[in-house]
């Protein structure tokens, strides 16, 4: 596979790497973590890849999730002023 290799035990994304938005959709959104917020889908990523640019990636990534940021306008909004 281009651009996929292991790396101390986690697999090591190349910058070009054609699976990158795969990667960063497991992460983030798959059947067992919905939409996971900034810190918890980082954690992932760490446990389980390595790549350049990781946090800028993710940040990115979740930044064109529709569904996290309609999410995360609901969870921040405050509470207790109906
Ligand atoms: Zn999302």
Do not use: W
């Amino acid at each position: 596979m281009g651009g996929v290799l292991l790396y101390k035990r986690r697999i090591y994304i190349s910058k070009e790497c054609p699976f990158k938005g795969f990667i960063m959709q497991f992460i983030h959104n798959s059947p067992t973590i919905s939409h996971a917020r900034y810190e918890r889908t980082l954690r992932r990523a760490k446990n389980n890849f390595f790549f350049v640019g990781m946090k800028t990636n993710i940040k990115n990534y979740m930044m064109q999730c529709d569904i996290y940021q309609r999410e995360k306008v609901e969870n921040t909004r405050p509470s207790g002023l109906l």
